[in-house]
């Protein structure tokens, strides 16, 4: 057994072979918790080897550039695995985000989870 | 008798010397917030508010001043009814906010970093670098687009 894991941010479900993770945190702001979720995110992808992840944002309130940064991270790693990412369920203004920073063009983002879903399947 | 010129007073100001640790930050977010409730702020200026300073703080206590325990961010504030303003120093070399790669071009789409100065530029209605670059000065207009 490896140590005890850190707290867990992210609640993990499955859909048949699609991977649904939701955010623990409304605020992903603070450089710790950021980096635990990446970590958390990196191993759903290169540990445990999920392909095909959505990410529901319906929690979030608040997501700064480094939690963005995490986000991009993780879609590089999915791409390299052969797999597909998408998000959804985000709130207008943190969707804004995504749009002025024109991440929306490399990341799928939908409304809904089973659209999400339907879309990495 | 010529009128006196209206000289709004702050609901809140102060001047904040922080260390350089991100905890630090969240205290000042949280006194900043429960100002802003005081103003004609709405949910939207909340959020654009936060994010920005949040992007200054981190580009202060991470890329400024290295994490460095010695080193403090000094943040001059001001919250009106109507507006916000916030002056941020670091205590590093400082950098030209003019000579950053777009993070928007499509080469620097997938790489994970370099978009707090344009989250900060997006969300406040002002912002201004101070020479070597390590002091930053940003207002927002509470109700006023985007």
Redesign the interface.
């Known amino acids: 057994m490896s140590g005890q894991p850190r707290k867990r941010r992210l609640e993990v479900e499955d859909a048949g072979d699609v991977t649904v993770v939701n955010f623990v945190d409304k605020k992903i ?4 918790s950021i980096q635990t979720i990446g970590d958390q995110l990196f191993e759903l992808v290169d540990g445990e080897g999920r392909k095909k992840l959505v990410l529901n944002f319906s929690n979030v309130e ?1 997501l ?3 939690a ?3 986000i ?2 993780l ?2 790693r999915v791409k390299k695995a052969g797999g597909k990412l998408a998000l959804c369920k985000i709130k207008p ?1 943190i969707k804004d ?1 995504f749009v ?4 929306d ?2 990341i799928k983002i939908v409304d809904d989870e089973q659209t999400a879903i339907q879309s990495v399947s | 008798m010529s009128e006196k010129a209206p000289h709004p007073e702050p609901v809140g100001k102060d001047v904040v010397k922080l260390p350089s640790s991100p905890g630090h930050a969240r205290e000042l977010q949280d006194r900043i917030e429960a100002l802003l409730v005081q103003t004609i702020a709405t949910d939207r200026d909340r959020f654009c508010v936060r994010l920005a300073l949040e992007e200054a703080l981190v580009n202060a206590i991470k890329h400024g001043n290295q994490m460095d325990p010695g080193k403090s961010v000094t943040v001059r504030f001001q919250v009106f009814k109507d507006h916000a303003e916030f002056h941020i120093t670091d205590e590093g070399p400082g950098f030209d906010p003019d000579d950053l790669p777009d993070p928007t071009d499509i080469e620097n789409l997938e790489r994970p970093c370099g978009r707090g100065v344009m989250l900060i530029r997006h969300y406040m209605h002002e912002v201004e670098y101070f020479a070597p670059g390590n002091a930053v000065l940003m207002r927002r207009f509470f109700q006023k687009a985007p």
Do not use: F, P
Not at chain 1, 29 to 32: G, P, S
Not at chain 1, 100 to 103: G, H, M, N, Q, S
């Open positions: 702001l603070e450089e710790q608040y700064s550039s480094a963005l940064g995490k991009i991270a879609n590089n203004d985000v002025i920073t024109k991440l063009k490399i």
